[in-house]
């Protein structure tokens, strides 16, 4: 996944520390029912669609844009499935970022599913009872938008 402008900006200034950032991804379902996946360049891995918003970005914005810059399909968000912190992660050149994962539901509403960008190396529609092998972040998010409950979040914790 590229970096964006604006976080190679603030390495400049804070290096490898810690940068707290938004992030978005979404489960976009097709009229039959399948879920859409990228096969991530970086890691091989089938994913749903992940970003980051830009400064000042809406998250519903954000989302609707990521899947069309990495998949070439337009959507409409209908949901929020979850919010949730995710752990540290440190990249291969140290940086070290942590996001809030804003995860939408989204209904496709156009445009074929196509490798559109350099951060995916495969793209489809997958149906639920035959999903490639993915990791929990993508495999909560499917169940969690198939369910008509309210959004998940962590629960506080009482001190």
Request: some cysteine; overall charge negative.
């Amino acid at each position: 996944m590229p970096t964006p402008d604006f976080i190679r900006d603030l390495r400049a200034s804070i290096g490898h520390q810690l940068l707290y950032l938004p992030g978005v991804s979404a489960v976009v379902f097709d009229d039959q029912g399948r879920v859409l996946l990228g096969r991530r360049a970086d890691n091989g891995r089938w994913t749903i669609i992940c970003g980051i918003p830009e400064p000042g970005e809406q998250p519903a914005t954000a989302v609707v844009r990521e899947v069309a810059e990495e998949t070439a399909v337009h959507c409409v968000p209908e949901r929020i499935v979850l919010v949730r912190t995710l752990a540290p992660v440190t990249y291969p050149n140290d940086d070290r970022c942590q996001f809030v994962d804003v995860c939408f539901r989204c209904r496709a509403v156009g445009g074929e599913a196509r490798v559109n960008d350099d951060e995916s190396v495969d793209v489809g529609w997958f149906p639920l009872d035959a999903l490639p092998e993915m990791e929990d972040f993508s495999l909560s998010r499917i169940k969690q938008a198939l369910e008509d409950g309210p959004t998940w979040f962590e629960p506080t914790v009482a001190e």
